[in-house]
């Protein structure tokens, strides 16, 4: 049989080239590769909040008795639905509902498999609207980047503020945003500044959101 070549009919996805490359890790990694191995000085990871690695964060053994009572009970071994297991979704709803002037109902949470997911989730849930922009922080997380390219909608940037803790820039998001914009992006703790952002300047970011209409995914 004659063995003949074609080409793939599939391609990556330009706009995803080089984020992997972006992150704080990747930095991190490629600081820890070039450094002294003679050097036996202690060194300080600031770069990484590994509870795995840094015994500074362990989980809560009310947690771990938790996690292992459910798997022991053989009642959660299945598919879970697509939402979320109701009980978990429950506890969350009563949770937040705390600092809420509303009640929350488990219909109103959607689990999902860590944050990464639910950015997934989240922009292609807005890219569904034609014409679709959201804003990002500049500097952010490149994942939101990633996402936004695969699901093709339009990517602005505001600025955060270094002379002011790295505030966001309200006056450049509301000259950024136009009818298309659907949603904008907070990170608090900020990533990769680490930044805490003050109640009032919350409640600044939200009337800037509800004033020009769109959704705040706040991560």
Known sequence: MENTSRKWRFKGVEEEDGVDTATVREVLTRVMDHLNPDDRRTLIHLGQ?????????????????????????????????????????????????????????????????????????????????????????????????????????????????PEKGWEVDLDGVENLADENTVAMVIINPGNPCGNVYTYSHMEKVAETARKLGIVVISD
């Open 49 to 161: 909040g590994d509870p795995s690695s840094y015994a500074s964060f362990r989980t809560t053994t009310l947690a771990v008795d938790a996690v292992v009572d459910a798997l022991r009970s053989a009642s959660f071994n299945g598919y879970a639905p697509r939402c979320g297991i109701l009980s978990a979704r429950k506890a969350v709803a009563d949770y937040i509902s705390r600092d809420l002037p509303y009640t929350l109902s488990p219909d109103d949470v959607f689990m999902t498999l860590g944050c990464s997911q639910a950015i997934q989730i989240a922009i292609a849930a807005l890219a569904r609207r034609p014409g679709a922009n959201i804003l990002l922080p500049r500097p952010g997380y490149p994942f939101y980047q990633a996402c936004a390219g695969i699901e093709k909608i339009d990517v602005r940037y505001f600025d955060l503020l």
